[in-house]
């Protein structure tokens, strides 16, 4: 091998290497945005690691990795929305976002102001009134940069974020709890919904509350969304006269943002949610489908048996 060409190999390694600092310190950013975007892990994972090999290939060097990388990660899951909503119209019962649960670790924790009711209400979103607002709203993306990303002009982008912050605005966190008043109202939902003790039920649940429980039709689940304090008591009175209280408690733990726990019930891993305002339970938001709890499961696992 000549001088030169161990001189070229020795540029291009360094080149390689480069490339990659700069995609493993945007990483996090991108899995955070990927998964508000698509609320999948999963997909997020995908989209990452596909952004990856895009950038892995470019020819030359990029001014500022940072907003390309958010442009091919933004496109990729405006990609993925559209097959994303079709599959979610034929979803069996009702649909929620993977559950996100929160980490001592702030390396390890999306940390941001969304929570699952803002999840589902950022459902009823275009895509890209989906983008716009995530982009500009949530991640502090200037319009003009934004407007770029879209392939729109920043004036209609702003218009499209504007529309967004309307329909998502009564979802915005307005409620703020204080982490022992959730932590007691947590640990008496786990307790008086596992002995379906309505008296107790009706103490914790306000009036219009509402219970989402998404099995995706491969565990037992609620196929419809629960609406209203009546409904929820005699929904809960009934599954205690036919099954006796053999619910585990895991632990306890931020779930999408909210206070919640993660809990063996008859048998099935499942996390739940619970949306407090005013000191009442207004939503549950239970989530069993297996193949939503697989990075749950490895990070249980992990916790249990640290290195």
């Not at 909503?85 to 670790?105: F, H």
Request: charged share 30%; aromatic share 6%.
């Amino acid at each position: 091998m000549t001088g030169e060409e161990s001189g070229e190999d020795s540029g291009l390694a360094v080149g390689q290497t480069a490339r990659l600092d700069d995609f493993q310190r945007e990483r996090k950013r991108l899995m955070r945005l990927a998964y508000r975007m698509l609320g999948s892990f999963s997909e997020a994972e995908d989209v990452v690691q596909d952004a990856w090999f895009r950038w892995e290939k470019l020819d030359g060097g990029i001014d500022a990795p940072a907003a390309y990388l958010t442009r091919i990660v933004t496109r990729l899951c405006l990609d993925r929305l559209k097959s994303a909503r079709a599959r979610r119209e034929t979803y069996i019962g009702p649909w929620l976002p993977d559950p996100l649960m929160g980490s001592s670790d702030p390396d390890e924790t999306i940390a941001d102001d969304i929570t699952v009711t803002l999840m589902l209400a950022m459902e009823r979103l275009s895509p890209l009134e989906r983008a716009a607002f995530l982009l500009h709203d949530v991640f502090d993306i200037a319009l003009s940069d934004v407007a770029v990303t879209l392939g729109r002009e920043p004036a209609a982008v702003r218009q499209l974020a504007s529309r967004a912050r309307k329909h998502v605005q009564v979802a915005r966190p307005r409620f703020s709890v204080e982490a022992a008043e959730a932590s007691r109202i947590t640990q008496a939902f786990f307790v008086a919904a596992r002995d379906g003790d309505t008296a107790a039920l009706a103490s914790l649940l306000a009036q219009e509350v509402e219970i989402h429980s998404d099995g995706g039709g491969k565990v037992l689940a609620f196929r419809n969304v629960i609406r209203g304090l009546d409904r929820a008591l005699r929904l809960f009175a009934g599954l205690r006269r036919k099954n006796a209280p053999t619910a585990q408690l895991v632990r306890t733990a931020e779930i999408d943002g909210l206070p919640g726990y993660v809990s063996l019930d008859r048998g099935v891993l499942q996390t739940t949610a619970l949306d407090i305002r005013d000191g009442k339970i207004a939503a549950v938001y239970i989530v069993r489908n297996p193949d939503k709890l697989r990075h749950l499961t490895t990070a249980l696992a992990a916790q249990a048996h640290p290195r």
